[in-house]
Nanobody, 123 residues
Framework: QVWLVESGGGLVQTGGSLRLSCAAS????????MGWYRQARGSERELVAA?????????TDSVKGRFTISRDNAQRTIYLHLQMNSLKPEDTAVYYC???????????????WGQGTQVTVSS
């Protein structure tokens, strides 16, 4: 089991910045890829950015050059961050932290989600 607790959402004006954080605890030794997803009202949940255990990153096209994902694996609690700059109204959504277990040994390939944090960008 992995528990994910997000923080850092809020209301910001167009062009502003926010930094989202996610603290992962529990069976963190099994975590491979982590990511941030978002879901706007009336839309499906979409991947925003992902990062592997080794630090390789992937971004959806609409946030490239504006968002930066990072993670700190140094301790038993893993911290995942999303620095969001030059925010636009279309970035408004609930943002979810995601963690995925790899498959091997006692690690069973499970997927975990945080409770979500609201990001609202006003025009």
């Amino acid at each position: 089991q992995v528990w994910l607790v997000e923080s850092g959402g809020g209301l910001v004006q167009t062009g502003g910045s926010l930094r989202l954080s996610c603290a992962a605890s529990g069976e963190t030794m099994c975590i491979s890829t982590m990511g941030w997803y978002r879901q706007a009202r009336g839309s499906e949940r979409e991947l925003v950015a992902a990062i592997t255990h080794g630090g390789m990153t992937n971004y959806t096209d609409s946030v490239k050059g504006r968002f930066t994902i990072s993670r700190d694996n140094a301790q038993r609690t893993i911290y995942l961050h999303l620095q969001m700059n030059s925010l636009k109204p279309e970035d408004t959504a609930v943002y979810y932290c995601n963690a995925n277990h790899y498959v091997g040994g006692s690690c069973l390939g499970e997927h975990f989600w945080g409770q979500g944090t609201q990001v609202t960008v006003s025009s």
